[in-house]
């Protein structure tokens, strides 16, 4: 049973860092696709950056250059760090996974069955 926890939200003020951590289990590592969303209040859920199975990444522009996706296959983890917070980064972050989805499709929703519970990360200005 594919099962994911996140941690490490919180409130933080603009300019300052957070990082979250997913930890994962029921699937190898190396045959997921792994990823971060996010949902704020009235606004659909985005793709914020994700790994594809070999390691290959893919960020959204709104977060490039100043959040890093990582994962851990050892500790079967996933972290986000997100530096340069700004108010538009508020929201309810998710982590997900699925096998195996193709690069181009890495941050849309759709293609991820497994999600976990959520963290909220409040940034204010």
């Known amino acids: 049973q594919v099962q994911l926890v996140e941690s490490g939200g919180g409130s933080v003020q603009s300019g300052g860092s957070l990082r979250l951590s997913c930890v994962t289990s029921?699937?190898?590592?190396?045959?997921?696709?792994v990823g971060w969303f996010r949902q704020a209040p009235g606004k659909e859920r985005e793709g914020v950056a994700a790994?594809?199975?070999?390691?290959?990444?893919r960020y959204a522009d709104s977060v490039n250059g100043r959040f890093t996706i990582s994962r851990d296959n050892a500790k079967n983890t996933l972290t986000l760090q997100m530096n340069s917070l700004k108010p538009e980064d508020t929201a309810m972050y998710y982590c997900?996974?699925?096998?195996?989805?193709?690069?181009?499709?890495?941050?849309?929703?759709?293609?991820?069955?497994?999600w976990g519970q959520g963290t909220q990360v409040t940034v204010s200005s």
């Open positions: 790994i594809g199975n070999y390691g290959t990444t």
């Open positions: 997900a996974a699925d096998r195996s989805v193709q690069w181009r499709l890495l941050l849309r929703s759709s293609e991820y069955r497994y």
């Open positions: 029921g699937f190898t590592a190396n045959t997921y696709s």
